[in-house]
């Protein structure tokens, strides 16, 4: 006989019923006929995850088989409210049930399964309680999908592979609309965050809660029969000499593992990423200035990396309103320390503050940039913050980590907590995926992790992938963190042939999501555009602070809505090779006029037209894009 407990996010009927804003959503904990820990769930009645795995396996306890539920907690009404500097919403109030249950095996070690439940996802995580050393080995969660369920996912890369041995870093294309149970191409699995469509309803599958005491995982690469399982980084994902998998002495909490689940909207539209991350530490609020960047590196490359050329680059951004420069790798070496200095000076008269790139790694791959070996103790990045301090730089990019095992991790947040303290903003690079930190960490402006715009300048094969690509990642990488996509370019790239038309650029700089947006574009390409569309980047918000999802298919099309303030900005980009019509609702707008900035007759051309909500219908050529400001 199973033991079942329901959290029925309906109308309480139960004793262990519990009631949700929306009624929509149903999972059930049980311990099935062979003593094993499963939740199922559904949504309106409709199945979502079939009977999957829950457990976790300690070198110390095993909670695989032999269980029992011995305790469940009353059930509570989880509520907070918490700001995002960097994110999708500026204010989010979060409103979720929360119940323990206590398991425990034949030996009597017991294990308590948190589950949060909101209305529009669901949340779990283990603790092992008490004193004494824990040593992760296994975690047994699982979601069981129906054989008919499809799937958007990232490939994870092999560990120690690519250039200079740099991966895993989260750069490779989606595989789009698959099976699932489809295997992935390499015993490496899967990446979060992780799509799925279920009958009705979309699943996106990530992790959060990441303090650097334990390992970032993944989706393992087996999914028989469409059950994916957690997986665990490769051995050779550590820092030098560092442990790959979660240690304690004392309790252990296992990061949450997050199922944003609802219609295509309500997940577009979820906060759950950073509901389930930790509160955030103290930073000084005067120094966390989100924004947009100039940036020579996406073009230029090395040969950029210059005092005169970032000068320029300086006065660009000056120019265009924005007030960040990332001055990048080797500026120790081909700038110096006395140089940098005029240049931050420089740029302070011009309201400009400057990013300064440093390499992360140790012998954990073969990089060779510079600044290299400056920030692995806690004693070296006290040397590295006061150095630019003097220097007048107010952030870092911090580049080439070597993957997501634990002693990596805690390397990630040793730095974050400690640039905090020190008043620096961050942008991680060659970097995982950040799982919510920006909400713990303010001071992370932003992460790369994710096949960003510089490959697409590296081979034709990438520029002619980026199309499907960048419809893609609105879905996926950049549902709930920051994304350094590092886009927009409106001019030639060398060597490349373009497959985007310039009304697809440009509605990047609104869909993709980041702390701070650095723009590939150069001085000499942004001045081939517009008037009216320099003005448009130059006026574009910093920040965000509301979202709406208009319409879109995963790796097709996507319409999104932003709101800064009273301003609401509307873009939206089509990768298909045919044209698309869009029709629009605005009827929140009322009868607001708004500006329209489209492609226009040839594919470096744009045009300009009024739009007036409240609906309105746009037509999409290839592969182009469009914006819309409604003031």
């Not at 979720?96 to 249950?101: D, L, V």
């Not at 087996?222 to 980084?233: A, K, N």
């Not at 930073?283 to 950029?304: E, I, T, V």
Request: charged content about 20%; aromatic content about 10%; glycine content about 8%.
């Amino acid at each position: 006989m199973k033991f079942i407990v329901t959290i029925l996010l309906a109308i309480p009927a139960l004793a262990q019923a519990l009631g949700s804003p929306d009624g929509q959503l149903q999972v059930d904990v049980s311990v099935n006929d062979d003593q094993q820990l499963t939740f199922a769930v559904q949504r309106a009645g409709q199945p979502v995850l079939r009977a999957s795995r829950l457990g976790l396996v300690l070198e110390e306890a095993d909670f695989a088989n032999g269980l029992k539920i011995v305790a469940t907690s009353p059930v509570k009404l989880h509520r907070e409210q918490y700001t995002l500097a960097a994110g999708k919403k500026s204010h989010v109030d979060v409103r979720a049930q929360e119940q323990r249950f206590t398991v425990a095996n034949a030996k009597g070690d017991k294990l308590v399964l948190t589950l949060r439940a909101s209305n529009d996802g669901v949340a779990l995580r283990y603790t092992v309680e008490g004193a004494g050393r824990k040593q992760f080995k296994e975690e047994l969660t699982s979601f069981a999908f129906a054989p008919e369920a499809r799937a958007w996912l990232q490939p994870m890369s092999v560990a120690k592979t690519g250039w200079k041995r740099t991966n895993p870093s989260y750069e490779e294309h989606y595989q789009a609309d698959i099976a699932v149970g489809t295997a992935a191409p390499s015993h490496a699995g899967w990446v979060f965050p992780a799509l799925f469509r279920a009958g009705a309803n979309w699943v996106a599958l990530t992790e959060a809660g990441m303090d650097g005491s334990f390992h970032a995982s993944r989706l393992a690469s087996d999914s028989t029969g469409g059950t994916y399982r957690i997986g665990v980084p490769e051995a050779s994902e550590v820092n030098t000499h560092g442990h790959l998998l979660a240690r304690t002495d004392g309790p252990m909490t296992t990061p949450w593992r997050v199922l944003a689940i609802g219609s295509l909207k309500t997940v577009m539209e979820s906060t759950l990423g950073t509901d389930l991350a930790a509160p955030a530490v103290a930073f000084d609020r005067a120094r966390l200035q989100p924004g947009h960047a100039s940036w020579s590196w996406a073009l230029m490359k090395d040969g950029g990396t210059v005092y005169e050329v970032q000068k320029r680059f300086i006065s660009y951004a000056a120019d265009m309103g924005w007030n960040y420069t990332l001055v990048d790798a080797d500026w120790d070496r081909k700038i110096g320390d006395a140089k940098m200095k005029a240049l931050a000076d420089y740029a302070k008269t011009k309201n400009v503050s400057l990013f300064a790139w440093y390499n992360s790694s140790g012998a954990w791959n073969d990089t060779e940039y510079s600044p290299k070996d400056a920030l692995l103790t806690k004693a070296a990045r006290a040397q590295q913050f006061a150095r630019l301090k003097a220097i007048g730089v107010k952030g870092l990019k911090v580049d080439f980590f070597g993957g997501d095992g634990a002693s990596v991790q805690a390397y990630y947040v040793d730095l974050m907590k400690e640039a905090a303290a020190a008043g620096f903003l961050l942008n991680f690079h060659g970097a995982t995926l950040p799982r919510g930190w920006s909400r713990t960490y303010p001071n992370l402006m932003t992460v790369e992790a994710v096949k960003g715009f510089e490959f697409a300048t590296f081979t034709q094969e990438d520029q002619d992938k980026v199309v499907r690509h960048a419809a893609m990642l609105p879905f996926t990488r950049n549902l709930f963190d920051p994304m350094d996509f590092t886009p927009m370019v409106f001019h030639d790239i060398p060597n490349i042939k373009r497959a985007t038309r310039n009304g697809f650029e440009l509605a990047e700089s609104v869909l993709f999501l980041s702390g701070i947006q650095h723009y590939a574009e150069t001085p000499e390409g942004m001045a081939t555009a517009p008037a009216y569309v320099r003005a448009f980047l130059r006026e574009l918000p910093r920040r965000w602070d509301e979202v709406r999802f208009l319409d879109g298919e995963p790796g097709k099309y996507v319409v999104l809505a932003r709101r800064a303030g009273k301003q609401w900005y509307v873009a939206g980009l089509n990768a298909d090779d045919t044209p698309r019509e869009i029709k629009l609702d605005l009827a929140w707008l009322g009868q607001r006029q708004g500006q329209l900035i489209t492609d226009g007759t040839g594919d470096r051309e744009f045009a300009e037209s009024p739009l007036a909500a409240p609906a309105a219908t746009v037509t999409l050529v290839p592969r182009g894009g469009f914006v819309a400001r409604f003031r």
